[in-house]
């Protein structure tokens, strides 16, 4: 096998997939959060490797990972994985909940339209006199929740990297810290090990490609 100097942060990368496609597949509250913790510990996992695996250029490493560090700090995605991770370690908080399912009903055109008459009971339209309407239903699912830690709260992130985050959902925030530090690695990877020849979707192959 062809010598690959970031073998270790790689391979906690390829878990942090596997377990987001764990909790794509996850049957019960419990198994999607079991895999959503695992998924936080590997991603601050990959941080805390790639310092060990750059330690031997600390001196030019730690100048250039400073953006990285900075943003660590002040990207709400970034900050809230990292705090989230600090709370399942530390802490016997909970990392998620199920939030309620819930109806809307918005009208089919979107600038609006009348509603003549509207009766519902028990949760269902049982009469309906006006313009067209679409009803659209939201079943219960998992969301991230509010995190404390040395007496500060961390709510969801609402952004990242100045885009707007819309969804609560943890693989929602999963897939955008997993594209972050995966890029991570590959700056990493150009910067300091420009003659390693195992790129970063070989790594996870090797990691991954097993009959187990």
Known sequence: MTENPLRHPKLELASAKKAITSMYSARSLDEFEAEWRTYLNCIEKIWQKVERCCHHVRGTFEPWQGKYHRLRKKDMLLRYLKQARDADNHSIQDVTKIQPGSRAYRFL????GYIKHMEIHNGEVVHYEGDPMIIEDKPPQPVAVPIKNNGQ????PTSHLERPITSH????????GLKFYSDYIIEVEKKFFQKSKVGLGEAVTQATNFPF
């Open 109 to 112: 055109n979107p600038t609006g």
């Open 169 to 176: 959902h943890p693989i929602v925030l999963a897939e955008f």
């Open 153 to 156: 709260w961390f709510n969801p």
